[in-house]
């Protein structure tokens, strides 16, 4: 059923509101509906914007504010000299469209790729760094109290946000050796303690709008904001998963380290800890490898059906690659490619008739489809090709990762197991973290996974380089 006639219900209470002229839900957001609507007003054509979720709102990493307190973070950091839209109207139970509200639309580009590589963004990316930031010191000056949201926002210190992450890993039952790895050495080296203030907690390339000429326009979804470490932010900005294509660029993809501290320091009269920062930047990719592993179970428990959630659910082994170059960098790799038979009495391969639908859906279909369905056409597509590269390379991945097992544990049984009681090793201190062989199973079996989710992941290329 659609939704526009209830969109539409909905905007006759902004004032000058004439008609509804079309809806487009837009392809991006991982855990929310954002939509663009043109409307007429005023007797004149206009664009929104309307960002909406079922229920109250909640992301779907099971943490934040919710979407009605998110209509209070724009309108607090407007007021603050950070740049975003005005928030025209928040939906009302009897809307009957859940949580979410009407801001203006503001022109600009969202995807970090081109943003990053993008050739009209070469003179912003000169200047990108420094101006996020300016941005960062603004957000992180706003009184929360003063603005009230104290009252709607959550607050943690470093430690309680690696063990909530930590334990939302666990609900999930998939034991993930990097990820129990990572947490301990998180544990073991907290920031210090330091004033805790607004911390927008998603600020990176892909959330903001920018303008070749202006650079940001926009800081958008606020969905995990709250209280805690401002140095955060800083170190999300710079996790390797925002680089988008650019790795050699730490902050987003598009400018150095540098500038970015040095923006942050002059806007806002504080030294920026470059330790926190280096602490963040690896709970940044922790954190988002267990935030895919959580949209991935959202598919496989039913509560969300997209096609996009188990393909999001692959990039874990992304983020744990990145955890693996920071932590234990060192040489692995590639595994063997199983040999398949090419007798011509055969019937088509499984992945013939895979390559066959993927070719399909990047080609005739995709081109004869159109915005959110195009999309998932060429999610589709990649999905296939992951299939394709886990048959191929599956097989030697898994007989490493079961011989590894049995020499680090010393003991047989299935892998699923031996994963599950390496994990628990890990996590209780059982085993030595500074073992190598312990160090290179996890380095090699992460390199595998990755090779088989997305071998173009600059991740890769970085550890796999080094054999």
Same mark, same amino acid.
């Given at each position: 059923?659609?939704?526009?006639?209830?969109?539409?219900?909905?905007?006759?209470?902004?004032?000058?509101?004439?008609?509804?002229?079309?809806?487009?839900?837009?392809?991006?957001?991982?855990?929310?509906?954002?939509?663009?609507?043109?409307?007429?007003?005023?007797?004149?054509?206009?664009?929104?914007?309307?960002?909406?979720?079922?229920?109250?709102?909640?992301?779907?990493?099971?943490?934040?504010?919710?979407?009605?307190?998110?209509?209070?973070?724009?309108?607090?950091?407007?007021?603050?000299?950070?740049?975003?839209?005005?928030?025209?109207?928040?939906?009302?139970?009897?809307?009957?469209?859940?949580?979410?509200?009407?801001?203006?639309?503001?022109?600009?580009?969202?995807?970090?790729?081109?943003?990053?590589?993008?050739?009209?963004?070469?003179?912003?990316?000169?200047?990108?760094?420094?101006?996020?930031?300016?941005?960062?010191?603004?957000?992180?000056?706003?009184?929360?109290?003063?603005?009230?949201?104290?009252?709607?926002?959550?607050?943690?210190?470093?430690?309680?946000?690696?063990?909530?992450?930590?334990?939302?890993?666990?609900?999930?039952?998939?034991?993930?050796?990097?990820?129990?790895?990572?947490?301990?050495?998180?544990?073991?080296?907290?920031?210090?303690?330091?004033?805790?203030?607004?911390?927008?907690?998603?600020?990176?390339?892909?959330?903001?709008?920018?303008?070749?000429?202006?650079?940001?326009?926009?800081?958008?979804?606020?969905?995990?904001?709250?209280?805690?470490?401002?140095?955060?932010?800083?170190?999300?900005?710079?996790?390797?998963?925002?680089?988008?294509?650019?790795?050699?660029?730490?902050?987003?993809?598009?400018?150095?380290?540098?500038?970015?501290?040095?923006?942050?320091?002059?806007?806002?009269?504080?030294?920026?800890?470059?330790?926190?920062?280096?602490?963040?930047?690896?709970?940044?990719?922790?954190?988002?490898?267990?935030?895919?592993?959580?949209?991935?179970?959202?598919?496989?428990?039913?509560?969300?059906?997209?096609?996009?959630?188990?393909?999001?659910?692959?990039?874990?082994?992304?983020?744990?690659?990145?955890?693996?170059?920071?932590?234990?960098?060192?040489?692995?790799?590639?595994?063997? $490619?199983?040999?398949?038979?090419?007798?011509?009495?055969?019937?088509?391969?499984?992945?013939?008739?895979?390559?066959?639908?993927?070719?399909?859906?990047?080609?005739?279909?995709?081109?004869?489809?159109?915005?959110?369905?195009?999309?998932?056409?060429?999610?589709?597509?990649?999905?296939?090709?992951?299939?394709?590269?886990?048959? $191929?390379?599956?097989?030697?991945?898994?007989?490493?990762?079961?011989?590894?097992?049995?020499?680090?544990?010393?003991?047989?049984?299935?892998?699923?197991?031996?994963?599950?009681?390496?994990?628990?090793?890990?996590?209780?201190?059982?085993?030595?973290?500074?073992?190598?062989?312990?160090?290179?199973?996890?380095?090699?079996?992460?390199?595998?996974?990755?090779?088989?989710?997305?071998?173009?992941?600059?991740?890769?290329?970085?550890?796999?380089?080094?054999?």
């Amino acid at each position: 059923m659609t939704l526009t006639p209830k969109f539409e219900r909905a905007l006759e209470r902004l004032p000058g509101f004439e008609q509804l002229l079309a809806c487009d839900r837009l392809s991006a957001g991982a855990s929310r509906e954002t939509y663009r609507l043109t409307v007429r007003m005023n007797g004149s054509e206009r664009k929104l914007a309307l960002r909406r979720a079922e229920g109250e709102g909640v992301s779907a990493m099971g943490s934040g504010p919710g979407l009605n307190a998110e209509a209070k973070l724009f309108e607090a950091a407007r007021q603050a000299g950070v740049p975003g839209p005005e928030v025209l109207l928040v939906l009302q139970p009897e809307d009957q469209l859940g949580a979410g509200f009407v801001m203006e639309w503001i022109s600009g580009e969202t995807l970090g790729g081109k943003i990053a590589r993008g050739a009209e963004f070469a003179d912003a990316r000169k200047v990108l760094a420094k101006q996020c930031g300016e941005i960062l010191a603004k957000l992180h000056a706003i009184d929360v109290s003063a603005a009230g949201l104290d009252q709607v926002l959550d607050s943690f210190t470093p430690e309680h946000a690696v063990r909530k992450t930590h334990a939302a890993y666990l609900e999930l039952g998939s034991p993930q050796p990097m990820i129990d790895f990572t947490a301990r050495w998180l544990l073991a080296n907290l920031p210090k303690a330091r004033p805790l203030k607004l911390v927008h907690s998603d600020f990176r390339n892909g959330n903001l709008i920018v303008d070749p000429a202006q650079g940001v326009v926009a800081v958008l979804d606020w969905e995990l904001a709250h209280i805690g470490d401002p140095m955060r932010d800083l170190g999300w900005l710079v996790t390797r998963s925002w680089r988008f294509g650019a790795p050699d660029k730490p902050v987003g993809g598009f400018g150095e380290l540098d500038d970015l501290i040095a923006g942050y320091e002059s806007a806002s009269g504080e030294t920026a800890d470059r330790d926190a920062l280096r602490f963040w930047e690896v709970f940044g990719s922790f954190w988002w490898a267990v935030g895919t592993l959580s949209m991935g179970q959202s598919f496989r428990n039913g509560s969300d059906s997209s096609l996009e959630r188990p393909a999001i659910g692959r990039r874990s082994s992304e983020c744990q690659i990145d955890c693996v170059n920071i932590l234990i960098p060192g040489p692995a790799r590639k595994p063997a $490619a199983a040999q398949q038979s090419l007798s011509a009495t055969d019937l088509p391969r499984s992945d013939e008739l895979l390559a066959g639908i993927r070719d399909f859906l990047r080609g005739e279909a995709g081109a004869a489809l159109e915005g959110r369905n195009q999309f998932l056409a060429r999610v589709s597509a990649n999905a296939i090709d992951i299939v394709l590269r886990e048959i $191929a390379l599956g097989a030697d991945a898994r007989q490493f990762e079961k011989e590894s097992l049995q020499r680090l544990l010393g003991e047989h049984g299935p892998v699923q197991e031996q994963r599950e009681a390496l994990c628990r090793a890990i996590r209780f201190n059982e085993i030595d973290l500074a073992r190598d062989d312990l160090l290179a199973y996890l380095r090699q079996s992460v390199f595998n996974q990755v090779l088989i989710d997305q071998p173009s992941y600059a991740g890769a290329s970085e550890c796999g380089g080094r054999y």
